[in-house]
């Protein structure tokens, strides 16, 4: 089992930055690909990020390339997303998720949840 808290969400304007954690326990956590989703309200959960077990790769999902930044400290356990630049339509519940193996882009591929962190950018 892997338990998963997100923090750091918040209400920022648009243009502002703000950092997203995620905390993990109950597994190796270097052995876990990580991924954080977003879920808007009457929309799919969508794919932001995804980094594989080493941290050397990246994934993005296109409407955020450019603006956030996906990263991992091992040591400490836990997950960060980095978002600049952050617009109206980046509102949404941010959730952390984790599997192993390989990153996925879709939400039903992931076991392990976390139970997410609101983020509303104001225009």
């Known amino acids: 089992q892997v338990q998963l808290v997100e923090s750091g969400g918040g209400l920022v304007q648009a243009g502002d930055s703000l950092t997203l954690s995620c905390a993990a326990s109950g597994r190796a956590f270097s052995n876990l690909v990580m991924a954080w989703f977003r879920q808007a309200p009457g929309k799919e959960r969508e794919f932001v990020a995804g980094l594989a077990s080493n941290g050397r790769r990246a994934y993005y999902g296109d409407s955020v390339k450019g603006r956030f930044t996906a990263s991992r400290d091992d040591a400490n356990n836990t997950l960060y997303l980095r978002m600049d630049g952050l617009k109206g339509e980046d509102t949404a519940v941010y959730y952390c998720?984790?599997?192993?193996?390989?990153?996925?882009?879709?939400?039903?591929?992931?076991?392990?949840w976390g139970q997410g962190t609101q983020v509303t950018v104001s225009s």
């Open positions: 998720a984790a599997r192993q193996w390989n990153v996925a882009s879709t939400w039903g591929s992931y076991p392990y």
